[in-house]
T-cell receptor, first 116, second 114 residues
Framework: AQSVTQLGSHVSVSEGALVLLRCNYSSSVPPYLFWYVQYPNQGLQLLLKYTSAATLVKGINGFEAEFKKSETSFHLTKPSAHMSDAAEYFCAVSDIVKAAGNKLTFGGGTRVLVKP | KAGVTQTPRYLIKTRGQQVTLSCSPISGHRSVSWYQQTPGQGLQFLFEYFSETQRNKGNFPGRFSGRQFSNSRSEMNVSTLELGDSALYLC?????????????FGPGTRLTVL
């Protein structure tokens, strides 16, 4: 079974500083990879996804992530944090086998606090 | 285009009761998935429906069931509620079924079991 590990359940950054959220997956075959963001009392919003095209993926709101097969990682970064980035971030994987459908397996989430 | 809507947004039930949650996907989307979100277990996949057929099911007891109608709207039902069923239930829709498809999530239904 696939699993996703997000290092750090809470991250605190200063406004303007680099945001780095770590995600590692365990799968013998690289899966599809996603980053979602969840604001309080809301559902999940897709930030970006990796589907075996370019290894550096750019998403919305200035976020990007790099797929590294050798490290089984898909870390999320943003060069300069903004107060509006305070939210919970989830890394997720989906099997490339079509029969698996749309099932997402999520990491535990990382809550980001942005300090002024 | 309207997003995914879920009703009701909040629900309070007592142990032993049953509950039905509803999800209306984005117009034209045929795949609907359900997830349970709790502080302890995080986000867990419940099931996925595509063209009125259950395609996948997560590791949940049989008390959790769902269905999808011909207009792609979906409902999930939880019978004999337990305290541990208190959670945010999220519905997600996508155009088709396939692991690389973007899924659009609704705001969720927060269920509290007393």
């Amino acid at each position: 079974a696939q699993s996703v590990t997000q290092l750090g359940s809470h991250v605190s950054v200063s406004e303007g500083a680099l945001v780095l959220l770590r995600c590692n997956y365990s799968s013998s075959v690289p899966p599809y990879l996603f980053w979602y963001v969840q604001y309080p009392n809301q559902g999940l919003q897709l930030l970006l996804k990796y589907t075996s095209a370019a290894t550096l993926v750019k998403g919305i709101n200035g976020f990007e992530a790099e797929f590294k097969k050798s490290e089984t990682s898909f870390h999320l970064t943003k060069p300069s944090a903004h107060m509006s980035d305070a939210a919970e971030y989830f890394c997720a994987v989906s099997d490339i086998v079509k029969a698996a459908g749309n099932k997402l397996t999520f990491g535990g989430g990382t809550r980001v606090l942005v300090k002024p | 285009k309207a997003g995914v809507t879920q009703t009701p947004r909040y629900l309070i039930k007592t142990r032993g009761q049953q509950v039905t949650l509803s999800c209306s996907p984005i117009s034209g989307h045929r795949s609907v998935s359900w997830y349970q979100q709790t502080p302890g277990q995080g986000l867990q996949f419940l099931f996925e429906y595509f063209s009125e057929t259950q395609r996948n099911k997560g590791n949940f007891p049989g008390r959790f069931s769902g269905r999808q109608f011909s207009n792609s709207r979906s409902e999930m039902n939880v019978s004999t509620l337990e305290l541990g069923d208190s959670a945010l239930y999220l519905c997600a829709s996508s155009l088709i079924a396939g692991g690389d498809n973007e899924q659009f999530f609704g705001p969720g239904t927060r269920l509290t079991v007393l």
